[in-house]
Structures are given as structure tokens and as C-alpha cells.
């Protein structure tokens, strides 16, 4: 049985809290025989700042790219909000990104049945609901350049971002798309603004040769971004996979993330390019919700976010799509149950802590194991 070296970065608030229930499911995966990983542990965001006066150290950069999956909890608060702006907590995780050269963001949103009440949409629009946004990461107006503010004189100034993308990022950010797509309901829906930007048609110019060219069997759509976060809010399961660039998919994802209920469901996985020798690939894996430190310590965070995160590690690095489907599978038993953290609670349900929550997981996955 292979060994997998998974790289645990908590990070603050409540990310120590809710990695302490993967680590759970981790351990039992290897005293069952089912999995064999290695796990090490290190310091990102502001505990790396506390430790080391940056956001992730060069000894826990190494183990990063040495480890076959990061496995990330969450960064900041505003202990560090005065801290300067190149050590800051989320720097860390943009330090991650780039040096991982994870340029291709998944956020799965998925509304589980028991919880269709909970979305702002009715539950005719979101029961069932399973898309994903493909994001993506590394480029467009977040890195691009100049990237600038000018003092102007007599109390003017101009602030510039730059929106750049070559062919072969938007060439690989819809492979990932096309591939997902052929493994889920074979549809893509690629999203720009063809109509006010350079950026968006040529966005649209190479989705569409890169369909023609090699994915013909899958069915391409095009949608302008705001009428795309118009449909996604009226009827989001018309979509299957939604690709777009870094700034549209930022955007794009909150909006379907609200959809499920809350952003403590929600868990994304961050994927770099397949290396041609090892056929492995870079993968940084974490909830989308943030660190939440006004709940820290209390045991009342939601590590549904957080175990389903590891549950993409097992489907995207590791091959283990059955596994992946049984902790999916378990997470939707426990919340068929009636049990919830405090941010899905609701009238008739039983409230659970963090530890209680991942206890109930596990539980169901070993029966659906046995």
C-alpha cells in the first residue's frame, strides 16, 4: 500500500479545531489498513507570524512542496490586523498558491437534502443541487501588472490593476473543466465579459478552440459573467461545471456557496499542473469558510467544510473516489439525523459541538466501511 505525505497547516482561529476531526479520520484510515498517510503538522497565517514574524516559514514552505497534499485549515483575525502588509496572515496562503503553482481553483456547491431550508433560495431551487465553479487562481487582475497607486497632486491619486491572461492559462484552466465535466453531467459553462473586455474575448476565443479541438463530446456553453451570477440566483441547477477567470470566480463562488446554507458546508480543493514523470500534481486542499475567531475555542465551528476538503483529497490526489464518496455519504447521514453545529441549526434539529459533529462522521463511515 502506497504511503501518501499529507502536510497539516491548521492555521488560527478556528482552524485547529476543525482539522482536529480530519486528523481523527486520518488516524482511523490508518488503524483500519484502508489508507496509509504521514502526516506532519506546521504553522501558517498569524501562528507562523507569532512564531517566526512571517506568515509561513521557509522550513514549512519545504515540507509544503516536498508533501503529496496540503491539507489547510484557516488564517487571520484581528490580533494580526496591525502587522505589516507583506507578512500579513493571508499572505501565507498566496505564498502557497504561487510557489505550489496552484492555478486551478474547485469549489464544489453542493445542497445537501436536509438542509434545503436553510438556503436563502427555495427549496424547489437548491434540493439537489451539485455544481462546480472552476476558478482560475493564479492570474488575471490579482496578479497582473502594473499594479499601482499614483499620487496625482492637489489630493488626487489613480489606482491601477491590470487584467492580463495568455492563451495557455485560459488553455488549462479549461482542460480542468472539460475534464471534470465528462466525470459529472458533461457541461461546461464558460463565464466572461466578452462584451467590455479584451481579456473576455479572448476568454472565449480559446474555450471555444480548445472544445472544438479536444472536447467536442462535452457540451459548451457561454454566458456573460453578470447575467451568470443573475441565473445562479434564480436557477442554479441549471449548471453543472462553471469555469472562469480568477476575479469573475471569486465573485461567482460566494454567490453559490450562500446557496447551500452556509459557508461551513463548503470545502475547495486548489490543483496544480499533472508533472508528465510522476503523473502526480501540487494540491492544496481547505474550507472556503475563513478563520471565524469570534467562535474560536468554543466548540462551535462546523468541520463539515473542513472533512469534506480532505474528502477531495482523496478524489483528486490520491485516486480514492469510493472513499470520497463514502465520507460524502456519511456527512449527509449525520445532517439527514438531525444533527447540527450551531450555524445550521434550526427548529426540531439536535445542536452538536465540533468534536460531537466529526465524532457522528466517523461513525457512519465506519458503518458504511464495515
Not at 505550489?100 to 445542497?111: D, I, T
Not at 454567490?255 to 470545502?267: D, E, H, K, R, V
Request: negative net charge.
Amino acid at each position: 500500500m502506497a504511503t501518501h505525505k499529507l502536510l497539516l497547516l491548521p492555521g488560527d482561529g478556528i482552524g485547529p479545531e476543525v482539522m482536529g476531526e480530519v486528523k481523527r479520520l486520518i488516524d482511523w484510515l490508518n488503524a483500519a489498513g484502508i489508507a496509509k498517510f504521514e502526516t506532519d503538522t506546521g504553522l501558517v497565517g498569524g501562528s507562523a507570524y507569532d512564531a517566526h514574524k512571517v506568515s509561513i516559514s521557509e522550513g514549512d514552505m519545504a515540507k509544503a512542496k516536498d508533501a503529496d497534499a496540503v491539507i489547510f485549515g484557516a488564517v487571520g483575525g484581528p490580533k494580526w490586523d496591525a502587522v505589516p502588509y507583506e507578512v500579513r496572515p493571508e499572505a501565507g496562503l498566496l505564498r502557497l498558491r504561487k510557489d505550489l503553482a496552484l492555478f486551478a481553483n474547485l469549489r464544489p456547491a453542493v445542497c445537501y437534502p436536509a438542509l434545503a431550508d436553510a438556503s436563502s433560495l427555495k427549496r424547489e431551487a437548491v434540493e439537489g443541487l451539485d455544481i462546480m465553479i472552476v476558478r482560475e487562481l493564479t492570474g488575471g487582475v490579482y496578479f497582473g501588472e502594473p499594479k499601482t497607486i499614483t499620487d496625482l497632486g492637489n489630493g488626487q491619486k489613480r489606482a491601477i490593476d491590470t487584467q492580463v491572461y495568455d492563451t495557455y492559462e485560459i488553455e488549462r484552466i479549461g482542460r480542468v473543466a472539460f475534464e471534470l465535466a465528462r466525470k459529472r453531467k458533461n457541461k461546461v459553462t464558460s463565464m466572461e465579459k466578452r462584451n467590455v473586455m479584451k481579456s473576455g474575448v479572448l476568454w472565449n476565443e480559446v474555450m471555444t478552440q480548445v472544445h472544438k479541438r479536444e472536447y467536442p463530446d462535452v457540451t459548451l456553453e457561454h454566458q456573460l459573467a453578470d447575467s451568470g451570477g443573475m441565473m445562479l440566483v434564480k436557477w442554479p441547477k441549471q449548471f453543472d461545471v462553471i469555469v472562469t477567470d480568477n476575479l469573475f470566480g471569486d465573485m461567482l463562488s460566494d454567490i453559490a456557496a450562500m446557496l447551500t446554507g452556509s459557508l461551513g458546508m463548503l470545502p475547495s480543493a486548489s490543483l496544480g499542473e499533472v508533472d508528465v514523470k510522476s503523473k502526480k500534481r501540487k494540491a492544496l486542499y481547505e474550507p472556503v469558510h475563513g478563520s471565524a475567531p469570534d467562535i474560536a475555542g468554543k466548540g462551535l465551528a462546523n468541520p463539515i467544510a473542513m472533512i469534506s476538503s480532505f474528502g477531495m483529497a482523496l478524489r483528486y490526489s490520491f485516486d480514492m473516489g469510493d472513499l470520497a464518496d463514502k465520507v460524502d455519504a456519511a456527512i449527509a447521514a449525520v445532517l439527514a439525523s438531525g444533527l447540527r453545529t450551531a450555524d445550521i441549526k434550526s427548529e426540531g434539529t439536535t445542536s452538536a459541538s465540533t468534536t460531537q459533529m466529526g465524532e457522528a462522521i466517523l461513525k457512519e463511515l465506519q458503518k458504511l466501511h464495515a
